[in-house]
Structure formats: C-alpha cells, structure tokens
C-alpha cells in the first residue's frame, strides 16, 4: 500500500484549480441507466477511485462505458443486462445504494447488496428503502441483499424524518419516472442534490424547488441522455483553504463555486484569514499568522458539512486558544484525532464534542488514514508539523481527492507518495 510522506513546514502560495464534484458525480453516473435511445456523457469528471467503482459496477451491469484521455465519461444503457450490485462493490464504495432508485425507475427491479457500516458510523439506509416502498416497491432482503421489484413507480408524498442527501437523491432519481406527482419534504438541500436535479431535467425531468426543502417532481413517461459538466467539488475547495491558512499561506483557488463554501470561509475568516472572492475565485490570504480558535458545529447545508470537520480540527490544533468541534452527522467521525494526538496534538473527546487546545506545534509522526476526510486533515497536519510524517493507507484519500499531491506540490508543499 502506497503512503505520502511530507515534510511540513512549507507556506502554501499560488493557484489552484478545484475539479468536479465527487458527491454530484457518483449519482448521476447512477441517473445515466435511465437514458433511452440516447448515451448520457458526463465531463469535468475528476480522476477518483470512487468514480472508477462505480464505472465498474455499471460495466458489471451490461452498460457500455467509454472514457476518453480528458476523463469525459460516455454511458450507453441500452446494454444493460442484469440489475444487480454485488458485495464486493458496494462494500468499498456505500454510495452504490444510488443505483437502486434509477433501477426501480426504469426496469422495475434491483438486487442491491446491503452497504453496511463505514468507519465513520453505521450509516443505514432504511430511510431510502421506507421512502421506495412508500412509492409501491417490494422489499426481500435476505443473505445481505435487498431485492427489489416494483411495477411503474407510485407518486406520493415522502418526509423524511432526518435529512437524508443519498436518500433524496435516490427518491429524487425513482420519482422521475414514477406515474404522477411526488413532493419530498425535509429534502437535503446540498449543492451536489441541486445539480443532480439540474441534470435530470435537462434529461427530460420535472422537477422543481430543489435548493429548498420541498421538491415536487412530476413523473414523466422516459428520458434522454444529455452532456453535461458537474458542480465542482466544494469540500476540495474548503480543505485547500484549510491547506493555505493552517500552513500561514496566500492561495488562490479557480473553478470554484464561492457560494457554496460561505460557512466555511465566513469560520476561516473568524480565525484570521483575509479572504477576497469573485462567484468562481476565492482568495485566502493569511498573512503569515497563526490560525485563531474556531468553534464548528456540523449539520446539513447550509450548516457547516461535516465532510469538513477533520480538516477544521487539524486546523484548530496548532491555532491560539481553545475550540469545540461538534459532530451532529456521523456517531463516529473522530477517528482522525487519535492520530493527530500522536502528532502532539491536545484533543479530548466528549460524546460528539472534541475539546482542543490548541498547541505552538505540530510533530511529524507515522500515522494511519482512516476514511477519506481523515486523510485529508492528516495530509494537512503534516503540512505544518515540523519534521515528516508519513500517512498510510492512503487509498481512502484516492476515493475522494483528485491529484492531491500533484496540486499540493504546485503550491510549494513537500509532498510525495512512496509506492511500497
Ligand atoms: N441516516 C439514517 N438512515 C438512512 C440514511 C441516513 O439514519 O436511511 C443517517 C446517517 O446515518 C447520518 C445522517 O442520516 O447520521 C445523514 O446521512 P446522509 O444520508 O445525509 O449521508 P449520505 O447520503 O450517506 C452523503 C455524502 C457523504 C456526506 C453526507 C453528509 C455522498 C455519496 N455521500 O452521505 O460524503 O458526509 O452525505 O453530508 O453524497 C464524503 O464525501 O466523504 C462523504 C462521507
């Protein structure tokens, strides 16, 4: 397994450049086995294990996958031959649970292996599948399989009882073509739920009020495949902003969407950071300084995501004062502290609560990748500890970050993957 060994202690400055979203990505190559007659092309595709999964798992199903050099990804359906997500897929990747609503959609069947837990948490899926059978589907989950089968989808009302992202887009995919009007309410209203509604009506769909909490989607008899470019990536956007303020740096970040990072600049901002930004640049300018303190509670958008509580708490560690990071998401999403404790880092953990004391230093250490947001804080802990630390199993970073140490590296990091 490969590992990246850093030497800290570099000020990050230049210009970067964000890719397209993972978490927008992954379900529309799901929505793509609900085009008809015509292939669905999707470009500004970053280079992530993640996407390569998920490629596979709709190649196992008979869809015909083409890649071209610049990762533009053509997906013909019109092959597909089975409907099944087998373990050793979705056991890597939880987010294969996407393939079940366009499946239900448009052949009326799904076997779909049970996801499981995750190292951040147990994470279930129960509020997908109550959702689905509320719109006429029949459950038979046996040897870890959910089967299921359905005959045209129902119309109806769904309220989750917790926002739910990969839930809504799951109903918001099944409903597209189900007979008749669904109204989601308490829908997740997070950028990568917007442009995943953006391109199901470019695809023919009619959906409307995402970006709120209620969405009324009207089925329709088929849909078409279109090209079309994701969002990028925000969390890439906020833990290269992380990146230049925990090492004192100035950066410039491109191909952004700046309002959809507002929290996380408006906290960067509070602990110091100077931060000037156009709708597609963002500039952070730290000045040499020292982070200041900053408290983070998590929840849904617009809220502070948790996919970059990690990256706050590295951040926190070498700044002046005493901060509360709250995780309201995932029960289980400190695995990253232990690590960074190892780092000199001072961290208590209270139930959701970690309490830190933020210290003059960091020091490099050999420490473990936990889940891909754990990774990333590591990555940008070692940055500013003094001496070299060495991060393993970095494949969860692979999943989720693309080229990140080609795009560190260009902003001056010491920075490098060592294949073992
Ligand atoms: N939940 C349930 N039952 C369900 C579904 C969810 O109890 O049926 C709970 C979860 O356990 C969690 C909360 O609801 O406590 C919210 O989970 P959600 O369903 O919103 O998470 P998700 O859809 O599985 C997506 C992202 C995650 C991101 C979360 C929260 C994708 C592919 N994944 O997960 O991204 O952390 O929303 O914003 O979109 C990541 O990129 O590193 C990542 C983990």
Known sequence: MDKLIINGGTVLKGEVSISGAKNAVLPMLCASVMATDTCVTL???????????????????????????????????????????????????????????????????????????CAIGTRPVEMHLDALSKMGVTF???????????????GCE???????????????????????????????????????????????????????????????????????????????????????????????????????????????????AIIDSTDSSITLNMQGKRPKAVNIETGAYPLFPTDMQAQLTALNTIASGTSIIKENIFENRFMHIQE???????IKLEQNCAIISGKDELVGASVMATDLRASASLILAGLVAKGTTEIERIYHIDRGYDCIEEKLQQLGADIHRMPM
């Open 158 to 272: 769904i309220s989750f009882p917790k926002t739910t992202v990969t839930g809504t887009e799951n109903i918001l995919m099944a409903s597209t073509l189900a007979e008749g009007k669904t109204v989601i309410t308490n829908a997740a209203r997070e950028p990568e739920v917007v442009d995943l509604a953006n391109f199901l009506n470019e695809m023919g769909a009619e959906i409307t009020g995402h970006g709120t909490d209620v969405i009324e989607v009207k089925g329709v008899k088929s849909l078409r495949g279109v090209s079309y470019s994701a969002l990028p990536d925000r969390i890439e956007t906020g833990t290269f902003l992380v990146a230049a303020a925990i090492t004192g740096g100035e950066i410039t970040i491109k191909n952004t969407i700046s309002n959809h990072v507002a929290i996380i600049i408006e906290k960067l901002r509070q602990s110091g």
């Open 140 to 154: 038979d989950i046996q040897n870890g399989y959910i089967s299921a089968n359905c005959s045209r989808l129902i």
């Open 43 to 117: 470009n500004n595709i970053p280079h992530l294990h993640d996407v390569t999964t998920t490629v596979r798992l709709l190649r196992q199903m008979g869809v015909s996958v083409t890649l071209d050099d610049n990762m533009n990804i053509e997906l013909d359906p019109s092959t597909i031959k089975n409907f099944h997500a087998p373990y050793d897929l979705v056991k890597t990747m939880r987010s294969s649970i996407l393939v079940l609503g366009p499946l239900l959609a448009r052949f009326g069947s799904a076997v779909v292996s049970l996801p499981g837990g």
């Open 340 to 346: 960074m404790s190892r780092m000199g880092a001072e």
